[in-house]
């Protein structure tokens, strides 16, 4: 499906540019209200993630080309939006880092190679693995899924054609069904953007699940810069009901981690904060509910 020609777009090139950009505009609004039918099996994926995640579980990306170049987009913004640690990202990248960068011929027929990777990444039953797939068939996606899965991984795929081995070979199959592109078998525009707004959800929620947002906040965000440090110093004013010179120091006295700052800023010492939120799991609701 995601390699067929669409009639509809036969004369793209005699078009004028105006009309065939509101062609491709109008693809991509397509691509993204093709994730709607696949909400529910979204929202399994994350529940299912989360009890690994919190047993100290790493978040795995598998694919090739545009696939998972958008993964590694989303995957390298956990860190400094969510602080998900570094250490607990791995991808599984066909024809390796420097695929990202440019096309490896045949990396993605590469099924042994997927397998090697697997094995040396030494996935376990904490592990969630996602393995994405324009077309639901790419050899080295489809055998990572499969030796993730054998480890005991819980395994999601991510497809944009209905009824691939990709999405079988998944404990969780996920078909985002994007059809026919405008350019055919250009998989980054239409399949790609599906792909990243879904990838996009699922890696936020699950962060809004372990604890790493409070009231549309993000509050384990790593104040690295002075924009962000000035916004950090705005959450923990608003949080804990005090002026921004008071949240400031609280900050200052916590290492400019925003969650520890706000107990702080309400009156606890920083080892105090510290304990509270190592009993409430890191998640900040709970440590003001014991206050």
Not at 21 to 26: G, Q, T, V
Not at 126 to 152: N, Y
Not at 211 to 218: A, D, E, S, T, Y
Not at 264 to 284: E, F, I, K, W, Y
């Amino acid at each position: 499906m995601t390699e067929r020609a669409d009639p509809r777009y036969a004369a793209l090139d005699l078009w004028d540019s105006h009309t065939a950009l509101a062609a491709i505009w109008e693809s991509q609004m397509a691509a993204v209200a093709a994730i709607g039918p696949a909400l529910p099996a979204l929202a399994g994926v994350v529940e299912a993630a989360v009890p690994r995640l919190r047993a100290g579980g790493r978040l795995v990306w598998a694919g090739a080309g545009t696939s998972i170049r958008i993964a590694v987009q989303d995957a390298v913004e956990l860190g400094p939006t969510f602080d998900w640690p570094e250490a607990r990202s791995l991808h599984l990248i066909a024809g390796g880092p420097e695929a990202l960068m440019q096309a490896v011929e045949g990396a993605e027929d590469d099924a042994p190679g997927a397998r090697a990777q697997v094995t040396r990444a030494a996935l376990g039953e904490s592990d969630v693995v996602f393995g994405i797939a324009a077309s639901g068939r790419t050899p080295f996606t489809v055998a990572a899924l499969e030796v993730a899965r054998a480890a005991g991984a819980l395994t999601v795929g991510i497809a944009c054609a209905p009824d691939t081995p990709l999405v079988r070979a998944a404990a969780h199959g996920i078909t985002l069904d994007t059809g026919a592109e405008v350019v055919a078998g250009s998989t980054r525009m239409k399949a790609g953007t599906a792909q990243k707004v879904a990838l996009n959800m699922l890696s936020t929620q699950i962060m809004v699940r372990l604890g790493r947002v409070h009231g549309g906040l993000m509050v384990d965000m790593r104040a690295q810069n002075s924009k962000l440090r000035d916004r950090a110093r705005d959450m923990v004013a608003q949080l804990a009901g005090v002026e921004p010179e008071a949240a400031e120091d609280a900050l200052e006295r916590t290492g400019w981690r925003i969650k520890p700052a706000v107990l702080v800023a309400r009156g606890q010492s920083p080892d105090a904060a510290t304990a509270a939120l190592a009993v409430s799991g890191g998640v900040l609701r709970l440590a003001l509910d014991k206050e």
